[in-house]
């Protein structure tokens, strides 16, 4: 059984927003979204604490990306706007139970990853 389950990506315009979908099992300490352009190393994106709703962005999205949660559902959300051409990567949803993990950036759980492309 697939943990976790991403949705949404695909391709827009600079300037342009998309929403992901990543749909969980179940509930997590944490969850979050990375990125990972080709030839790149992979890049946080953002993280949500579905309990406390506590946030954090990395500088690159911040202002422009918001990751939300839909509790009852187990489904967090990013929010993407103004989106650039070096948005453009696959993107993955992570999420794990163990709250002290999430403090060290350590994910058990990783979705299969959904393309974004940003066209200039």
């Known amino acids: 059984q697939d943990q976790l389950v991403e949705s949404g990506g695909g391709s827009v315009q600079a300037g342009g927003s998309l929403r992901l979908s990543c749909a969980a099992s179940?509930?997590?300490?944490?969850m979050a979204w990375f990125r990972q352009a080709p030839g790149k190393e992979r890049e946080g994106v953002a993280v949500?604490?579905?309990?406390?709703?506590?946030?954090t962005y990395g500088d690159s999205v911040k202002g422009r990306f918001t990751i939300t949660q839909d509790n009852p559902k187990n489904t967090v959300y990013l929010w993407m706007n103004s989106l650039r051409p070096e948005d453009t990567a696959t993107y993955y949803c992570?999420?794990?139970?163990?709250?002290?993990?999430?403090?060290?950036?350590?994910?058990?759980?990783w979705g299969q990853g959904t393309q974004v492309t940003v066209s200039s």
């Open positions: 179940e509930a997590f300490a944490c």
């Open positions: 949500i604490y579905p309990e406390s709703g506590e946030t």
């Open positions: 992570a999420a794990e139970p163990m709250w002290l993990r999430c403090q060290r950036n350590e994910y058990l759980y």
